[in-house]
């Protein structure tokens, strides 16, 4: 089972729309958008949920105030800022966590002399099974101001490897996160291709450094696809020159195509319209194919 994922140094790539048109052109794989923190691959393929799964990671600090006695001691250990007192009853003092400040660290619990700070689990978004017109589709959506995405990631990963394997399918294609933080490391650790959508631009060339700094430290076959290259054809050129020094496989350019917006307005990827941009895309797909041969 080969697992290609898709990458890019920044966001604004054209990443997804890649993504998406690889899927279409790659004939029932199984598709996994890794981009927990800012989902949107299901926009394009419209997946109907056929399993949904909460995501429950880390602990959140509550207080019960039937039991807080209003000592302030919470306030004064959490390096957070997580606890205010700004409220007063019968002449105590009423402390509150800020859930999105809180950083599960449990001292305020260990600390709290009525043991009156309870610490459950904490629900951090959910995770879905769908179906779309290109094949079985694992994908999730982290919670407002959740932690704990890269855990998600190899979640949703782990959910498309199953997937395959009961399915007989051959290839997970998988639209992973910008830049190089942790739900990248978890999108493209024991992945067998990366792919990283780069732009003819400064910004571009220097994420797409940073992307092939990373990939190198793992070991995983870096190709790399320069977007929108005919806004920039000198840049285009030193981008691949540079991405070649470091290791990159240059397999594709895709022209800039006022069509792909399109595409995204009809919820379809772009190979399914007839547009250059589309006979770009598909001969990146060939010589993607053409190097496992």
Same mark, same amino acid.
């Given at each position: 089972?080969?697992?290609?994922?898709?990458?890019?140094?920044?966001?604004?790539?054209?990443?997804?729309?890649?993504?998406?048109?690889?899927?279409?052109?790659?004939?029932?794989?199984?598709?996994?958008?890794?981009?927990?923190?800012?989902?949107?691959?299901?926009?394009?393929?419209?997946?109907?949920?056929?399993?949904?799964?909460?995501?429950?990671?880390?602990?959140?600090?509550?207080?019960?105030?039937?039991?807080?006695?209003?000592?302030?001691?919470?306030?004064?250990?959490?390096?957070?800022?997580?606890?205010?007192?700004?409220?007063?009853?019968?002449?105590?003092?009423?402390?509150?966590?800020?859930?999105?400040?809180?950083?599960?660290?449990?001292?305020?619990?260990?600390?709290?002399?009525?043991?009156?700070?309870?610490?459950?689990?904490?629900?951090?978004?959910?995770?879905?099974?769908?179906?779309?017109?290109?094949?079985? /589709?694992?994908?999730?959506?982290?919670?407002? *101001?959740?932690?704990?995405? =890269? +855990?998600? &990631?190899?979640?949703? $990963?782990?959910?498309?490897?199953?997937?395959?394997?009961?399915?007989?399918?051959?290839?997970?294609?998988?639209?992973?996160?910008?830049?190089?933080?942790?739900?990248?490391?978890?999108?493209?650790?024991?992945?067998?291709?990366?792919?990283?959508?780069?732009?003819?631009?400064?910004?571009?060339?220097?994420?797409?450094?940073?992307?092939?700094?990373?990939?190198?430290?793992?070991?995983?076959?870096?190709?790399?696809?320069?977007?929108?290259?005919?806004?920039?054809?000198? /840049?285009?050129?030193?981008?691949?020159?540079? *991405?070649?020094?470091?290791? =990159? +496989?240059? &397999?594709?350019?895709? $022209?800039?195509?006022?069509?792909?917006?399109?595409?995204?307005?009809?919820?379809?990827?772009?190979?399914?319209?007839?547009?250059?941009?589309?006979?770009?895309?598909?001969?990146?797909?060939?010589?993607?194919?053409?190097?496992?041969?």
């Amino acid at each position: 089972m080969k697992e290609l994922v898709v990458i890019s140094g920044k966001g604004g790539t054209g990443k997804t729309s890649v993504t998406a048109s690889l899927a279409a052109l790659a004939k029932r794989s199984v598709i996994c958008d890794c981009d927990v923190d800012a989902a949107d691959l299901h926009l394009v393929l419209t997946p109907q949920i056929k399993e949904e799964h909460e995501f429950i990671s880390g602990h959140e600090a509550i207080i019960r105030q039937a039991d807080c006695i209003g000592c302030g001691i919470c306030e004064d250990v959490c390096r957070f800022n997580a606890i205010q007192s700004n409220q007063t009853f019968n002449g105590k003092l009423l402390f509150s966590v800020d859930p999105v400040a809180c950083e599960g660290c449990k001292v305020c619990v260990e600390m709290c002399p009525e043991k009156a700070i309870d610490f459950p689990d904490c629900n951090c978004g959910k995770w879905f099974v769908s179906e779309t017109r290109l094949g079985p /589709m694992v994908h999730a959506r982290l919670g407002v *101001a959740a932690e704990n995405s =890269g +855990k998600l &990631v190899s979640t949703v $990963r782990r959910e498309a490897r199953s997937i395959a394997e009961k399915e007989n399918h051959d290839l997970i294609i998988v639209d992973g996160p910008p830049g190089i933080g942790c739900p990248v490391i978890a999108s493209v650790t024991g992945a067998s291709q990366v792919l990283v959508v780069t732009e003819p631009t400064v910004s571009g060339e220097h994420d797409l450094e940073r992307v092939l700094a990373l990939t190198r430290h793992f070991q995983i076959p870096a190709d790399v696809c320069v977007n929108k290259w005919d806004i920039n054809p000198e /840049m285009t050129t030193r981008i691949e020159e540079k *991405a070649s020094n470091l290791g =990159g +496989k240059i &397999v594709g350019r895709i $022209r800039y195509d006022r069509a792909v917006t399109q595409a995204q307005i009809r919820q379809k990827t772009v190979v399914e319209l007839e547009t250059p941009g589309a006979d770009d895309i598909r001969q990146l797909w060939d010589n993607l194919k053409s190097k496992e041969a």
